[in-house]
């Protein structure tokens, strides 16, 4: 993936729409794509892939390859482009209705100070409005890009802009978080913690997890705290399917993602594989989410989707480093591939990586539809992709 800068000195331009207009947090945000196709050339990116590293030795073609596996291929779909309008849209909405030029986000800080004295009923002295935003669930199976999109569409904004005619005010625009293994809260609120230290140089992590033990609705009430005096434009939890075993807490992290977009205004981007469909429909059920309504990501059965994987596939089957390359697959190829993949990107780009190796350390440098089967067979039949229904083939 490209490395981008992620921080910069705020740098105000008119964001084309009034109720966007004298908002130093918005102002300062890249404008929004309106060129789908100028979107995709920026979201796109494609490995070094010369002729001189195409007659290396092998030993050095097979380095080559491993690009492929870094993220330095990234051919955007229609989905990615439609995650993109969603994604600006959250992040551009929820700070409406925090806007310090007008003071909006003190009112929040305070109120939400309040909160943590236990004198929510004093927070009715202040006059501010309703800051419900969308947020919303990205359900998808195993491997099927999900999160790698995510990634590279927030990677187009600057994490970090400071804003020094605002007090040097730190405005996060987003926070990436993974939802630990075990399902704990208090590991969910640490990896927050540390994901804020990596970007400001703050010491959250070590105040809040270190030095004293903590509960958890403590943790979470110092996440949002956080969340709102660096102006979050949206909070992404990944792996959320880790919380789906426990109802109790579940219930409990659901309260919290819907008083952070119904109280607070700062979105959360729910990330998950279909076991987290019962937090999905949780979510539903709290009063903001219904705004998007769960995306739900990977390859469907229609003719459309496959189109767009053969697309792809096509695209892919350029980086070939053997001696014996092809311009384009055949369509038994692009049938079989299908068929082994289930049409998750994941996997077909996987076995494509570990077929041209395999290709080249046995000297007959040619991808074939039996040395497809056999990378499938040894390398990829054990790995879990788990909630992925079979999908028919691309005929």
Known sequence: ?????????????????????????????????????????????????????????????????AKLMDGDFFHPLPSHLNLEKKLSLMIRSGYVKRNPAKNLDKEVIQENYLKTQGKEAAINVFPTTDRSVQSTTLIGCSGSGKTTAVKKILSTYPQLIEHPKYNMHQQLTYVFVECPSNGDLASL?????????EVLGTFYHRRYTQKIRIGEKTLLQAMKQIAVDHSIGVLVIDEIQHLQDTKEKRDFLINFFTELTNTLGIPVLVVGTPKATGISKDLRGARREIGFGSMHWGISKTEKDLDRWRGFVRRLWRFQWVKKRTKKPSEDILTHLFVLSQGIIDITVKIFVIAQIRAIVSGAEELTIPLLDTVYKEEMKSSSYAGCAPLRCCQ
Do not use: W
């Open 1 to 65: 993936m490209k490395t981008i800068q992620t921080s910069v000195t705020a740098s105000y331009s008119d964001p084309g729409l009034a109720e966007y207009r004298g908002n130093p947090l918005i102002e300062a945000l890249p404008q929004i794509c309106v060129d789908d196709i100028a979107l995709a050339k920026a979201l796109a990116s494609r490995p070094a892939h010369s002729e001189a590293e195409l007659n290396m030795h092998a030993n050095l073609r097979i380095h080559a390859i």
């Open 189 to 197: 609120c640490s990896n927050f913690f540390h994901a804020v230290d």
